[in-house]
């Protein structure tokens, strides 16, 4: 099939560098996203989210005439979709309604032999829900659920597996787990991929392609959460919990994860949840491992209020007490706060009303929301004004700077 002319929905971290990647090969990328601002940063080719070596790619692709931003929908040969799927209520149920706007906002404009690609990490069942809403719209063309083989519109699910500040490398080398509604989806969702995915293209079924990357980000979770309830187990054992891990993975066949202050990012802290959301009475270890998981940041919290007690019987008054909070992104050497334990760590002890709290945090120019009367500051000054030093995200800033006084909480073992 060839493809002339791709629509990419959703402009934000992976809609971006996929859009610019299919541009890089001269294909023309209309992408829409429904953010203005973010629109027109891209059409002056910019870029507003912070990914290595981005800006370039988008800049020369624009520049060039391949990628071109629009906030409506506009005709195209494939249409991928790449938008949120966060949580609806406090049961950590699946939200699919950015993938229903999407879905209707594509719908008036396709025709007869378009491929159609959900990204976005989603439910099992989710890519079926998304060619309902299109049929639903579109009851004049034919969708893979009627007809199979032989509808007019291919769908397919395609979800991406990169490492933020590597996306654009990881994007291009990377296997690609596709999954069609059917196997002529899957290989025209192949066809597409092969344009710049030098990995291996593996095709299956759409719900396995659905499950494989939540099992991916499972399996992940299930491990880190073993790492930090040891952390802990550590902390009442007064046991250093790196040397233990750097001791225990001497044995050939045993590889532990480092410990943080919970886990975060819209992948590996969300994707659990989908499983258990879809089989809740089975998914006994994943549920436990998320709980463990998202109870850290209340420990590390605690572990605040030890410091701050040891301060006062110093003599400190409350009024006078400074804590400095180094990082707020979710991983290392990134701008990215989607579900990030440091940020809600942050703004946990904002609330407290701890004394005065300051933050250090490269990868951003403005303080988050909720973080009101919280100023942002730089690395020297926290060091050398802060009474409690709270280590969350192992910036490559922090790593050849450590403070010389005041109370220490380290969770990431860097200092």
Not at 112 to 118: D, E, R, T
Not at 234 to 253: G, S, T
Not at 274 to 285: E, N, R, T, Y
């Amino acid at each position: 099939m060839q493809f002339n002319t791709i629509s990419m929905i959703g402009l934000g971290y992976i809609g971006l560098p996929t859009a610019a990647v299919f541009a890089s090969r001269k294909i023309k990328v209309i992408g829409v996203d429904v953010n203005q601002k973010a629109v027109d940063t891209i059409n002056r080719g910019e870029i507003h989210i912070v990914e290595p070596d981005l800006d370039m790619v988008v800049h020369a692709a624009v520049k060039e005439g391949y990628l071109r931003a629009t906030t409506t929908p506009e005709p195209a040969d494939a249409f991928l979709i790449a938008v949120p799927t966060p949580f609806k209520g406090d049961n950590h149920d699946p939200d699919l309604s950015y993938i229903e706007s999407a879905a209707k906002a594509i719908a008036p404009v396709l025709k007869k032999g378009n491929l159609v690609i959900l990204e976005s990490t989603s439910p099992v069942g989710a890519t079926e829900q998304m060619a309902e809403w299109l049929a639903e719209a579109r009851p004049d063309i034919s969708f893979p659920q009627t007809l199979g083989e032989e509808s007019d519109i291919r769908v397919a699910h395609c979800p991406e597996r990169v490492l933020p500040g590597h996306v654009l490398r990881e994007l291009v080398q990377n296997d690609r787990i596709i999954g069609g509604m059917t196997p002529r989806c899957s290989e025209v969702a192949c066809e597409l991929y092969k344009t710049f995915v030098e990995g291996e293209c593996v095709t299956t079924n759409a719900r396995t392609a659905e499950m494989c990357k939540l099992t991916e980000n499972s399996f992940r979770d299930v491990n880190i959460a073993f790492a930090n309830e040891l952390s802990m187990i550590c902390d009442k054992l007064d046991i250093n919990v790196w040397e233990l891990i750097q001791l225990a993975n001497r044995h050939p066949r045993v590889n532990i994860l480092q410990p943080g202050p919970g886990v975060g990012g819209h992948c590996i802290a969300v994707d659990p949840w989908f499983i258990v959301s879809g089989a809740p009475d089975d998914a006994k270890l994943i549920r436990s491992a998320r709980n463990i998981n998202d109870a850290k940041p209340r420990w590390v919290l605690a572990k605040v209020e030890e410091a701050i007690e040891l301060v006062l019987k110093e003599g400190k008054s409350i009024d006078s007490l400074t804590i400095a909070c180094y990082g707020l992104a979710f991983k290392p050497d990134i701008d990215d706060l989607r579900e990030s334990p440091a940020l809600n760590i942050a703004k946990d002890i904002c609330k407290q009303n701890f004394g005065r709290l300051i933050i250090v945090e490269p990868n951003i120019s403005e303080t988050p929301q909720g973080l009101n009367g919280v100023k942002l500051v730089g690395l020297s000054e926290a060091l050398g004004k802060a009474d409690i030093h709270v280590m969350l995200v192992d910036h490559k800033e922090f790593k050849t700077n450590k403070p010389e006084q005041g109370f220490v909480i380290d969770t990431k073992g860097i200092w």
